[in-house]
Structures are given as C-alpha cells and as structure tokens.
C-alpha cells in the first residue's frame, strides 16, 4: 500500500497559518445563523433581516419587545464574522509577514479589533436605516434597494472602495507603534471594506426572506470581487473573472498533483 506525500511550500503554509483562525471564527458563526435560519435556536438572532417582513410599526415594537437591541447587535456581529472574516486573509497575512512572531497574536487581535468596531458602529446605521424605511414605508423597498446595489457595483466609486482594500501600509516593527499601527489597519481595512459593501448588505436586511442563502450568496460574492487586481475607476460591472477562472481549473483538474510532490510516495 502506498500513500502520496503532500509537501507544501513555507509561503502555503504560511497562509494555511493564517486561515485557520479566520475559519474558527467564521465556521461557527455560520453553524449560528444556519441553526437561526432552520428555526432550531437564536431564530431573531440571527437574521436582522427578519425586521422588515414585520407587518406593521405595532407589530415592530412587540417585535423588540422580546429582541432587545444587544441581541440584533450580536445577530450583527454574526453576519460579520460570518460573511467578512474570510476578506481579512490578505490584511492578516500581511501582517504575519511584517512582524517579529513574539508580537504577531498581540498585532492580529488589534487588526480583528479594529475591523469589527467599524463594522459593529455601521450595524447601528444600515440596522436604522432599514428599520426607518420600514417604518417609513410601510411596504417593502427591496426592489428599490437591488436596484441601488446594482448601480453600486457598476460606479466608479465602488471600484475605489475596492482598490483602497488592496491598500497595504507599512507597520512599526516594535510595540507600542506596532500597536497603534495594526488597530489603524484593521479600522482602515473596515472602512475600505464596509464602503464597498455597504449596499450589499443593507439590500440583505431589507429583503423579506431567504436571509442564509442571500447571506451565503452575497459572501462568496464579495470574497470572489476582492481577487480582482485594482482597476481603475469608471462606470463598469466587473465580473469576478479571477475567481471564475479558479473554480474552472480547479473542476477541470479534481485530481492534480503539487509539481513538488510527483512520483513522492511511500
């Protein structure tokens, strides 16, 4: 009986260093909004969407009466952790490559940190802003809410957001301006990352259903657009070319071996 020995290269093992605690975030969280979605545990948890099929302001207000707002905020930080982390793998590798290991987990944490209080603060404003329309309203305005997203993608300001995400600034390489350094970091990557999706995920708090799979869909979407190169802005829709190709080879090829790993067996 033989058995292929699998050799990774020091730059993939890097990077598999790197995804493992992203994975053990984001995993679970998804394990979280999919036992929301099925209706098992955390049901008004986990899908803040769930707001704007409400029927009436009365019915919102008995709404909240039983969901306080620090359950909506930690259905929030779910869907970030959920459908955001795994856009960080680049921010984090950069980092693991630009500081002394004994600084690394300190430096990562302060990156984690930085991102999620951006995305923690804009969950009060795309929260509000679908409550308010909803009140406003009184009918669904999901329709309106594709259409704008759609526009979105194709501006030229959607592609600057896209391109300040490939932004990498140079990091202190000792505490305490490592520090400083690393929050500012993952606070700038949260912004870069929160104008170009924005309209994604408000267009995923108002529809009136189907929240995981919109919530699974627009994920590898925005994981897919942020594989592209930096372009320069103009009015276009950008497929995700890149990741297309990826997923082609990939299916083409099931059973390709490392080039380093031919004829290595035991």
Not at 101 to 106: E, H, I, K, S, Y
Not at 133 to 161: E, I, T
Not at 218 to 236: D, H, T
Request: glycine content about 10%.
């Amino acid at each position: 009986m033989t058995a292929r020995l699998r050799i990774t290269t020091p730059a993939r093992r890097e990077r598999l260093r790197t995804a493992l605690p992203l994975a053990l975030l984001a995993l679970p969280a998804w394990g979280l909004l999919a036992l929301g979605n099925t209706g098992l545990a955390l049901s008004p948890l986990c899908s803040p969407g769930r707001i704007w099929s409400l029927p009436s302001p009365e019915s919102l207000g008995f709404f909240f009466t039983y969901v306080p707002p620090g359950t909506l905020a930690l259905g929030w930080a779910l869907m970030v952790a959920a459908m955001m982390l795994p856009t960080l793998l680049p921010v984090l590798g950069h980092v693991r490559a630009r500081t002394f290991a004994d600084l690394r987990p300190v430096a990562e944490c302060l990156v984690l940190a930085g991102y999620f209080g951006v995305w923690m603060a804009a969950g009060v404003g795309l929260i509000g802003l679908a409550l308010g329309l909803r009140l406003l309203s009184g009918v669904p305005l999901w329709p309106l809410a594709l259409g704008l997203a759609l526009l979105w993608q194709a501006s030229p300001a959607k592609q600057r957001a896209l391109n300040r995400c490939h932004r990498r600034p140079v990091l202190a390489g000792f505490a305490p301006r490592l520090w400083r350094d690393a929050l500012w970091l993952g606070a700038r990557s949260g912004g870069a990352c929160l104008t170009s999706c924005a309209p994604l995920m408000l267009l995923g708090l108002m529809l009136p259903g189907g929240h995981f799979a919109v919530m699974l869909a627009l994920s590898l979407w925005i994981w897919a657009e942020r594989l592209e190169p930096p372009r320069p802005p103009g009015w276009r829709f950008c497929w995700p070319r890149r990741a297309l190709r990826l997923l082609r080879h990939r299916l083409a090829q099931p059973h390709r071996r490392h080039p380093e790993t031919a004829g290595a067996t035991v």
